[in-house]
């Protein structure tokens, strides 16, 4: 089956670095994606990985390894509005189609 | 402001209603998305548009009936509902430069939909 899994919750304080992971199991990999979500709000796009490595994008970077089916989402310098839900989001292969495969998310509380 | 718009942000409706949700990105995107998103749940697809053609319908109840009339607009008809559709619906689009494909997605800020 396809699956991925993330811690439910976490807790940081602000100023500091939390990492969050991301386990997959799919059919095929074409592609990782970490996502944003505010509570009552739409998702939004944070990064994107295909191949092995770091992607550094100001305060957030994302690591992959396709080997060990593993990704992390780290966020340095916390402030309180990033306290959202982050979705890890896996593009497989169903047949000749992409689609992605979505985490349940990890809520992320960052306290003063 | 997103470049995904969905209308109405809130729908209360009874089990022999029927309304219809709609979708209009203005990226220039040419795939479409419909989402299920319930609570302690993961993101549920229910339906692709991929250069305005359905490309996907994951085993949605017949209740729920899409319609892409052009890129730029998606709309989800719906009706005799059940309870348990209660959710938030998001829309969400892409560029896509073949059938199936997907790039990252860009989410409208959804549809608090409950059904009494």
């Known amino acids: 089956g396809q699956n991925i899994d993330q811690p439910t919750e976490m807790t940081a304080t602000e100023g500091a670095i939390v990492q969050i992971n991301c386990t997959y199991q799919?059919?095929?990999?074409?592609?990782l994606f970490w996502y944003q979500q505010h509570a009552g709000e739409a998702p939004t796009f944070l990064s994107y990985?295909?191949l092995d490595g770091l992607e550094e994008k100001g305060r957030f970077s994302s690591f992959l390894s396709r080997s060990k089916g593993y990704s992390y989402l780290l966020l340095k310098e916390l402030q309180m509005k990033d306290s959202a839900s982050y979705l890890c989001a896996v593009r497989s292969y169903a047949g000749n189609n992409r689609k992605l495969i979505w985490g349940l998310g990890t809520s992320l509380a960052v306290n003063p | 402001e997103t470049g995904v718009t969905q209308t109405p942000r809130h729908l209360v409706m009874g089990m022999t209603n029927k309304k219809s949700l709609k979708c209009e990105q203005h990226l220039g995107h040419n795939a479409m998305y419909w989402y299920k998103q319930s609570a302690k749940k993961p993101l549920e697809l229910m339906f692709v548009y991929s250069l305005e053609e359905r490309v996907e319908n994951n085993s949605v109840p017949s209740r729920f009936s899409p319609e892409c009339p052009n890129s730029s607009h998606l709309f989800l008809h719906l009706h005799t509902l059940q309870p348990e559709d209660s959710a938030l619906y998001l829309c969400a689009s892409s560029q896509a430069f073949r059938q199936g494909d997907s790039y990252e997605q860009y989410f409208g800020p959804g549809t608090r939909l409950t059904v009494t």
């Open positions: 990985n295909v």
């Open positions: 799919t059919s095929g990999f074409n592609g």
